[in-house]
């Protein structure tokens, strides 16, 4: 039998950024990670503004600096029959330090945190270690039972112990959690495309012949989100790759004569869920992430969301852990800090899902074959201050959050 005092189920994003700033606040931590390493493609690499700021905030902007990655700083869709390229939204219009998006390939963005969390006495990450069962005694959770990869097992009690492991976690069925399911009408497509110098920068929508397509920018290549109907990815594979390619260049003509997908295994489904656990916490547990809301990719601010959890969190349970005071108030205090954001982001990807994406989809709204802009997009064309609020929608969200004083470095 182990202890700790915060044991972290799940290595990713919110996972890793909780228990470097808790280990930095001199809190000892515990990460459990089941991989045995970050290498997983499509996992989502895009880094906020508001993480940025968080970073710098402790003293590894240089270090992400040295990373391969993209800044995008604009987002634009193709309108008209000639491809007009209309900036919906501009970042660099935004007064402020990080007025991008960096697209980091993940499993750098959490080796970096990881080897700063390394750093800290109070910090253990074990990889190949899968938390397998919540320890449950006295109606609160005291641990979890876990199992590594050489088949051993073992026991880890925690004074508290927090879900980070995603929209899989086997803490949401749980049923005093209450988990809400949201019905979505898409699932989405991951694949990659050749880019050339003189192709489009930034992100790129594209919204026609009832597609819907976002394209990011990744210096010779695009990672493209092509959004489908719900349930019929199965269908759509049964044609040869080679009609898949045929559709992308009826749609995208600028991709014509470049070698695009070799193998339906190139592309990678993301199965949309929207929902969220209507409580967050029992005794002992607190769910945050998507363990605690599972996003739309709409916007492309499930990981940004989650890392400021991780950062509410750290700023809640830091000194009452450190301290040994942790009451129930302090955990419940978390979800009250982030409830309001998530509630609010996901009613607006559910507006999203049924006044734009669902009429995509069935052809009534095209760009492609639209002799006048949409009224939106008049407005900003008149008003170009209006491209400013997509960007800082997407780069703050509600509300920033602020990391414990001792996690700070120069």
């Given amino acids: 039998m182990e202890r700790t005092t915060c044991c972290i189920v799940g290595g990713g994003p919110a996972g890793v950024v909780l228990g470097l700033l808790l280990a930095r606040s001199g809190v000892e931590v515990t990460v459990l990670e089941k991989h045995g390493d970050f290498l997983r493609d499509f996992r989502g690499d895009t880094v906020h503004p508001t993480t940025l700021h968080l970073l710098d905030d402790l003293g590894l902007a240089e270090r992400l600096d040295e990373l391969p990655q993209r800044r995008l700083n604009r987002v634009s869709v193709p309108v008209g029959p000639n491809d007009e390229l209309f900036a919906l939204g501009d970042f660099s219009r935004l007064k402020m330090k990080y007025n991008y998006i960096a697209m980091v390939p993940q499993w750098d963005f959490l080796d970096l945190l990881a080897d700063a969390g390394k750093q800290e006495p109070c910090f253990d990450l074990r990889m190949n270690t899968e938390a397998t069962e919540l320890i449950r005694e006295g109606g609160r959770v005291n641990g979890v039972r876990y199992r590594t990869s050489d088949g051993s097992t073992g026991e880890l009690r925690a004074t508290i112990t927090v879900a980070c492991d995603g ?17 979505t009408p898409m699932d989405v497509r991951w694949f990659r495309v050749p880019r050339h110098p003189d192709d489009p920068v930034g992100a790129i929508g594209l919204i026609r012949d009832r597609a819907f397509m976002a394209m ?28 898949f390619n045929a559709d992308l260049v009826h749609k995208i003509p600028w991709l014509a004569g470049r070698d695009l997908v070799a193998d339906w295994d ?53 000194g ?24 609010l982001i996901q009613r607006l990807q559910r507006v999203i899902h049924d006044n734009v994406i669902t009429p995509a989809l069935h052809g009534e709204i095209d760009f492609g074959n639209t002799a006048r802009l949409p009224l939106p997009l008049r407005a900003t064309a008149k008003l ?15 509300v920033r959050e602020r990391p414990p004083e001792a996690a700070l470095r120069p």
């Fill in 167 to 183: 929209r899989k976690s086997f803490v949401r069925t749980m049923p005093e959690l209450g988990l809400q399911d949201f019905p």
């Fill in 266 to 318: 190139d592309v990678k489904l993301l199965h949309v869920t929207l929902d969220r656990l209507r409580k967050w916490h029992v005794p002992g547990l607190l769910c945050i992430g998507d363990a605690a809301h599972a996003m739309s990719p709409v916007g492309g601010i499930g990981i940004n969301l989650a890392v400021q959890d991780a950062v509410a969190a750290a700023r809640y349970l830091a």
């Fill in 384 to 398: 170009p201050w209006l491209r400013k609020i997509p960007p800082y929608v997407l780069a703050y969200g509600a």
């Fill in 216 to 243: 990011l920018d990744r210096g010779d290549y695009f990672q493209v989100a092509q959004i489908i109907a719900k349930g019929t990815d199965a269908q759509g594979r049964n044609r040869p790759v080679e009609e």
């Fill in 320 to 343: 009452p852990l450190r301290e040994g005071r942790l009451e129930r108030k302090h955990v419940a205090a978390v979800q009250r800090r982030r409830w309001p954001t998530t509630v």
